[in-house]
């Protein structure tokens, strides 16, 4: 589905976004092999999903192999027109990604849209208290539009709107 114009939110297990303009740039929460594309992540996260280190988070086994990141982003870091925003708590190495100029913002796991705007589940976050941190600090951030790892997305005042679940926590 285009959610703007250049956005595309295509639904499976967790949300994949589609960004197509002058670049092509797929955001997924799972890693995919065989592509020639170059892959970015955090730099807390870049060493599990090379699998240099053994994963620690929520239940779950790592069923990937060793993906090299090509990109380790830190936290205010623009890569590709996105600026990387560390938002850890649901993995060590959670990020969410900022387009200023689209006014979107795709927040991965750091909020969800289920059954409604929320944290995640605590039993999937390696540290709830980190997790709820990171809401607040995203919630300083100006987007009028958000795509999640789960959930539906929000389409005008979603800045807003997280900034309500903030003050709630």
């Known amino acids: 589905m285009e959610f703007l114009k250049g956005v595309h939110v295509i639904e499976t297990y967790a949300t994949t976004t589609l960004l197509v303009d002058d670049r092509l740039v797929l955001v997924d929460t799972a890693i995919k ?4 594309a170059k892959v970015a992540s955090s730099r807390v996260e870049a060493e599990f999903i090379a699998r240099k280190r053994v994963y620690d988070g929520p239940p779950g086994i790592q069923r ?3 993906t090299v990141v090509d990109v380790p982003l830190d936290d205010g870091q623009v890569h590709d027109g996105l600026r990387m925003i560390f938002t850890p708590g649901h993995t060590r190495g959670s990020m969410s ?4 100029t689209r006014s979107f913002c795709i927040a991965g796991d750091a909020v969800n849209n289920e059954s409604g705007l929320r944290p995640m589940p605590d039993q999937y976050n390696i540290d709830p208290t ?3 941190e990171s809401i607040k600090k995203l919630a300083k951030f100006h987007f009028e539009n958000v795509v999640m ?9 979603a800045s807003a709107k ?4 903030a003050k709630r926590l």
């Open 64 to 66: 990937h192999p060793g």
């Open 149 to 157: 790892g789960h959930g539906t997305p929000i389409k005008g005042g």
């Open 33 to 36: 092999h065989g592509s020639p």
């Open 162 to 165: 997280i900034a309500e679940l």
């Open 97 to 100: 990604l900022l387009d200023e």
């Open 130 to 132: 980190q997790h709820r």
